[in-house]
């Protein structure tokens, strides 16, 4: 089933956790800027140093360079039946030119679902969460621990805290949520494609909405 998706909601909402599961179900290729901008990070391109400034202020990395790296990204064969998106876009400007970039190609979104959950129950997530060094699946400490701690359940990796996970860090990054990417909200329910989802149900329940809603819009 060919579907091209977008994940919204703000940081700590279940974006990863969901989109993980999904693109496994659908078989397409689950892309997170967050994680892509931590892969050149690690590589020490200079993509990497220049976003790394941003990233540890919980800022947004400028947009023409966020674009650029997408546009790179779903270019690529795999993403030819569909992708799901999570992490971009985040401002308007990154969601033009991602209407841009898909109409070049003859081809559009078929569904945007926002991942909703309110400030505190995001900051609680966050506040637990810890990271795969080796393949970015997440847990949570308290919601979602892994069978061993300190490995990933996945890869067997090692599980680490983002070094911007801080609750300060975390602050900045809901406000920035809240002023530069809330307004997409209203952007992808005029042009028809909003779905909302509960995301403070259990993980699998959050998961049954999305392929309930998947269902529909990409048949
Ligand atoms: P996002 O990508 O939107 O920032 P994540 O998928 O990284 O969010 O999830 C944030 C944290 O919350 C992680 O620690 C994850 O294990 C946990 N989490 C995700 N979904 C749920 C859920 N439905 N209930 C409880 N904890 C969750
Ligand atoms: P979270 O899951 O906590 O929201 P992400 O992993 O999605 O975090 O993003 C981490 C950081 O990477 C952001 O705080 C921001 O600096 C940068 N980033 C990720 N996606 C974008 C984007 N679409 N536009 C600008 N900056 C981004
Ligand atoms: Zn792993």
């Known amino acids: 089933m060919g579907c091209r998706i977008v994940l919204l909601g703000m940081p700590g909402a279940g974006k990863g956790t969901q989109a993980d599961q999904l693109a496994e179900a659908l078989g397409i290729p689950h892309i997170a800027s967050g994680d892509l901008f931590r892969e050149h990070l690690h590589q020490g391109t200079e993509l990497g140093r220049l976003a790394q400034g941003y990233m540890d202020r919980g800022e947004l990395?400028?947009?023409?360079?966020t674009i650029g790296m997408i546009a790179e990204r779903i270019a690529r064969p795999d993403c030819a039946e569909g992708f799901i998106l999570d992490g971009f876009p985040r401002t308007v400007a990154q969601a033009e030119a991602l209407g841009r970039l898909l109409s070049q190609n003859g081809t559009r979104l078929d569904m945007v679902a926002l991942i909703r959950v309110r400030e505190e129950v995001a900051l609680a997530r966050l506040a637990g969460r810890w990271t795969c060094r080796n393949c970015g699946a997440v847990y949570h400490t308290l919601f979602n621990p892994p069978r061993q701690a300190g490995v990933c359940d996945a890869c067997g990796g090692e599980?680490?805290?983002?070094?911007?996970?801080?609750?300060?860090?975390?602050?900045?990054?809901?406000?920035?949520?809240q002023e530069q990417t809330a307004p997409l909200v209203e952007y992808y329910r005029r042009i028809g494609l909003l779905v909302e989802i509960d995301g403070e149900q259990s993980i699998d329940d959050v998961q049954a909405d999305l392929r309930a809603t998947v269902e529909t819009a990409c048949g």
């Open 61 to 65: 990395v400028p947009d023409e360079v």
């Open 159 to 177: 599980l680490y805290q983002r070094s911007d996970e801080t609750e300060e860090a975390h602050r900045r990054r809901l406000k920035v949520y």
